[in-house]
């Protein structure tokens, strides 16, 4: 039995922000073992990265614009050109829509909207300017269709993920660059602790048909996929990771 190539992100210089905790770590770490050479960008170090050779560490802020340049940069210099980006950085907050107040959402927006689209639009800007096609994968979330109570700030700035997504997987085709989308369900991380810590877990658990909550592991096979020359005519589209869970209405 052999493994279609196709499949493979071995040689592949592979960017993921937000790469030191939760979910953009499990991607640093799986396309790292799959053989990618991968740039995890992020506000903060990443010990569990740095002991292989493999993983390059940037120190950087999706928000400033000199650092999304400065890191690409070292990326370049380090690894060679970067022809995949994970747009994984992202915040959140709990706040009913009531008492959400200006710097909340300007916050939520300048790094989950503005960070993504602007990392993004440097990375093509990089691949068109070589003529080298490329794969963009942003973090959208099942909130973007069915958000909880006090998750408006975010679940806007995911559903705006989702139609920036399509947006750019439009205007970048004709470069041979794919954007697509994840979007996890209900997944223990750094971001999610305040909900759950609480009795929100068991809920969402019960309430999930395959009840359980999502893995790390659980993301894998798309993060390969859309990495890969397998998704090579798949673009403008949101795969949803979530145990089935948005089924529930």
Do not use: C
């Given at each position: 039995m052999?493994?279609?190539?196709?499949?493979?992100?071995?040689?592949?210089?592979?960017?993921?922000?937000?790469?030191s905790?939760?979910?953009?770590?499990?991607?640093?770490?799986?396309?790292?073992?799959?053989?990618?050479?991968?740039?995890?960008?992020?506000?903060?170090?990443?010990?569990?990265?740095?002991?292989?050779?493999?993983?390059?560490?940037?120190?950087?802020?999706?928000?400033?614009?000199?650092?999304?340049?400065?890191?690409?940069?070292?990326?370049?210099?380090?690894?060679?050109?970067?022809t995949?980006?994970?747009n994984?950085?992202?915040?959140?907050?709990i706040?009913?829509?009531?008492?959400?107040?200006?710097?909340q959402?300007?916050?939520i927006?300048?790094?989950n909207?503005?960070?993504?689209?602007?990392?993004a639009?440097?990375a093509?800007?990089?691949?068109?300017?070589?003529?080298?096609?490329?794969?963009?994968?942003?973090?959208?979330?099942?909130?973007?269709?069915?958000?909880?109570?006090g998750s408006g700030?975010?679940?806007?700035?995911?559903?705006?993920?989702?139609?920036?997504?399509?947006?750019?997987?439009?205007?970048?085709?004709?470069?041979?660059?794919?954007?697509?989308?994840?979007?996890p369900?209900?997944?223990?991380?750094?971001?999610?602790?305040?909900?759950?810590?609480?009795?929100?877990?068991?809920?969402?658990?019960?309430?999930?048909?395959?009840?359980?909550?999502?893995e790390?592991?659980?993301?894998?096979?798309?993060?390969?996929?859309?990495?890969?020359?397998?998704?090579?005519?798949?673009?403008?589209?949101?795969?949803?990771?979530d145990?089935?869970?948005s089924?529930q209405?």
């Amino acid at each position: 039995m052999t493994i279609d190539s196709s499949i493979s992100v071995a040689g592949k210089t592979i960017a993921v922000t937000g790469g030191s905790s939760g979910l953009g770590l499990r991607m640093v770490q799986v396309l790292a073992a799959h053989g990618a050479n991968v740039v995890s960008i992020s506000r903060t170090p990443a010990p569990d990265n740095e002991h292989r050779s493999n993983i390059h560490n940037i120190i950087a802020d999706v928000t400033v614009a000199g650092d999304i340049e400065r890191a690409f940069d070292e990326a370049e210099q380090h690894l060679g050109a970067v022809t995949v980006v994970f747009n994984n950085a992202g915040v959140a907050t709990i706040e009913r829509a009531l008492t959400t107040t200006r710097e909340q959402l300007r916050h939520i927006f300048e790094v989950n909207v503005e960070g993504a689209f602007f990392v993004a639009q440097e990375a093509a800007k990089r691949m068109i300017a070589k003529d080298v096609g490329g794969s963009i994968i942003n973090l959208s979330s099942i909130l973007a269709d069915a958000p909880l109570r006090g998750s408006g700030a975010y679940a806007m700035s995911k559903a705006a993920v989702a139609q920036m997504t399509k947006s750019l997987a439009l205007e970048w085709a004709p470069h041979g660059i794919r954007v697509n989308a994840i979007a996890p369900g209900w997944f223990p991380t750094r971001l999610n602790e305040a909900i759950m810590d609480g009795p929100a877990k068991g809920y969402l658990k019960g309430k999930n048909p395959m009840r359980r909550l999502g893995e790390p592991e659980d993301i894998d096979g798309a993060i390969l996929m859309l990495a890969s020359d397998a998704s090579s005519y798949i673009t403008g589209t949101v795969i949803t990771i979530d145990g089935g869970h948005s089924l529930q209405g």
